[in-house]
């Protein structure tokens, strides 16, 4: 059964079952689609196209790409009925599964424009029929692990492997609403698809009549267009290549990321934080007035420090946060501080730190805006090691993020006065935080296991 349910908020898409306790046989599923969905997909398909030139327009285009979202997401759930799990594995082989949580596939064309005509795939992946060949075929009597075991090496040969929810976040293949295989270059392509898409929109990004203040609406997925490959990027560093290798078959386990690739990552990671990206382009901010009666702020809105005006330095500060949050996520500076141990050539924390530092405090800013962003950058930099050196459970992270912290402090500039300004406040709001009292030692235990 596949239902088809209306929501006024966000919530999940699900393929559920019903199994014989017994044998584990699935005897029943159920499917629930939220048409929700559909509504957070045409917006964003707006805010890539800007398409409504005299605003009146019913684009072909948009109605077409979210049936296409929708189709391939009841075949994910339907997927799920069926007993397969998410598979996020980047292949070589590009797109290989419905099972997957799908970026749009969209194309960047030479003259600018976005093309999203072959955003969906109208067909199941590789790996779903490898999935079901071995869930479901009729063997005749015999070796039957034997014929199990070669369709999952014939699938290893073209690079088709499942990888789930417990691998995101530390393999550098393995990640949600993000299409490639090397997340660097993705990011890369993905800021360009994003600036195309910035500097179109405005006005022609929403219909005549609708109030001028909702192109925020599609603003924040735009401006925020690349939040799921820079979490994909980010696992990139410090990340483990790995698979759950058996005994005997003679593949390799485990390897930490390339140096080189990580680096690539880094960079890749640092040019969102030039405070060019991260200004909110001048057509937009002219055109976003107070939001009107029977039109209030919700969640999917972005946070004020202005009162009922548009922020225009809150993107910058939300941005900088995702690129620098991920980065230094406490277990992925944890996994700095050890492969840096294991492999001096690796990346260590302090290198990524400095990385980051120069993104931020020695950003070339050209306009008095990319500087007031700047200093936003500064601050959440300085506030995410603050959080390393707190609640870091690895004593060397804390170490390390402390002298980086005692660094950045010490920074000194001569002027403007906004510079001096924001400097003394850092070094000040440092040194309350380094002077704080101590936190209990947290010892790591032995595991509760008796003979």
Do not use: C, F
């Given at each position: 059964m596949i239902n088809w349910v209306h929501r006024s908020t966000r919530g999940w898409s699900t393929?559920?079952?019903?199994?014989?306790?017994?044998?584990?046989?699935?005897?029943?599923?159920?499917?629930?689609?939220?048409?929700?969905?559909?509504?957070?997909?045409y917006m964003i398909f707006e805010g890539l196209l800007s398409p409504y030139s005299n605003g009146t327009e019913k684009?072909?285009?948009l109605y077409q790409t979210a049936l296409a979202r929708i189709r391939q997401?009841?075949?994910?759930?339907?997927?799920?009925?069926?007993?397969?799990?998410?598979?996020?594995y980047d292949s070589s082989k590009g797109w290989?599964?419905?099972?997957?949580?799908?970026?749009?596939?969209?194309?960047?064309?030479?003259d600018g424009t976005i093309d999203i005509s072959h955003a969906y795939p109208a067909r199941i992946g590789?790996?779903?029929?490898?999935?079901?060949?071995y869930g479901y075929r009729q063997l005749p009597k015999g070796d039957e692990q034997a014929a199990l075991g070669k369709i999952l090496d014939d699938a290893w040969t073209q690079d088709l492997r499942y990888l789930t929810?417990?691998?995101?976040?530390?393999?550098?293949?393995?990640?949600?609403?993000?299409?490639?295989?090397?997340?660097?270059?993705?990011?890369?392509?993905?800021m360009k698809i994003r600036r195309a898409a910035l500097d179109k929109l405005g006005e022609h990004t929403i219909r005549n009549g609708a109030p001028m203040a909702t192109i925020e609406e599609p603003l924040v997925p735009i401006f925020m267009y690349h939040r799921y490959t820079v979490e994909a990027a980010s696992h990139m560093i410090a990340g483990q290549d790995y698979i759950y290798a058996m005994r005997g078959d003679g593949r390799t386990p485990v390897k930490w990321v390339e140096a080189a690739e990580q680096r690539r990552a880094l960079e890749a990671l640092a040019a969102t934080l030039k405070p060019s990206e991260l200004t909110v382009p001048k057509q937009i901010l002219d055109a976003i007035p107070p939001r009107p009666p029977g039109f209030g702020r919700h969640r999917e809105l972005f946070p004020r420090t202005t009162g009922t005006i548009f922020d225009p330095l809150s993107p910058a500060s939300v941005a900088a946060d995702v690129t620098i949050g991920f980065v230094l996520q406490l277990d992925r500076a944890s996994r700095m501080v050890a492969q840096h141990a294991e492999d001096p050539a690796l990346p260590g924390l302090e290198e990524v730190i400095d990385r980051l530092a120069k993104a931020t405090f020695d950003a070339t800013a050209a306009t008095p805006y990319e500087q007031e962003v700047r200093r936003a950058e500064e601050r959440v930099l300085v506030d995410r090691v603050m959080w390393l050196a707190s609640a870091s459970p690895n004593p060397q992270v804390r170490a390390e993020a402390s002298l980086k912290l005692q660094m950045l402090g010490a920074r000194q500039v001569a002027a403007p006065e906004a510079e001096r300004a924001q400097r003394l406040l850092l070094s000040a709001d440092i040194k309350r935080f380094l002077d704080r009292p101590g936190d209990p030692a947290k010892p790591i235990y032995a595991p509760d296991a008796p003979p």
């Open positions: 393929g559920g079952t019903v199994s014989d306790p017994r044998t584990g046989e699935i005897i029943k599923g159920t499917v629930t689609l939220g048409s929700l969905r559909d509504r957070q997909d684009p072909d285009i997401l009841a075949a994910h759930e339907v997927g799920h009925t069926l007993g397969l799990g998410h598979n996020y290989i599964s419905v099972m997957d949580y799908p970026h749009p596939q969209e194309e960047l064309r030479a590789d790996w779903d029929k490898v999935a079901i060949d929810n417990q691998d995101l976040d530390a393999h550098p293949r393995v990640d949600q609403w993000s299409n490639g295989v090397n997340q660097a270059d993705e990011l890369t392509r993905i």
